[in-house]
């Protein structure tokens, strides 16, 4: 009984894992676009002060 348990918990930690690291993934590629924005954004105000 406690095996047959235990190996149908097995797939569901598998999927809550795979989840995790998705999740973990997709906030690491929104917080990078966010700086890559910030970064583009002072370099176009350096750009236009420097024109200006």
């Known amino acids: 009984m406690m095996l047959q348990r235990g190996l149908t918990a097995l797939p569901l930690a598998k999927i809550r ?9 997709g906030v690491t590629l929104i917080a990078m676009a966010g700086w890559i924005y910030f970064i583009m954004l002072l370099l176009v105000k350096l750009v236009l002060w420097f024109l200006g």
Do not use: H, L, M, V
Not at 17 to 25: L, S
């Open 17 to 25: 894992e795979r989840a995790f690291e998705g999740a973990f993934f």
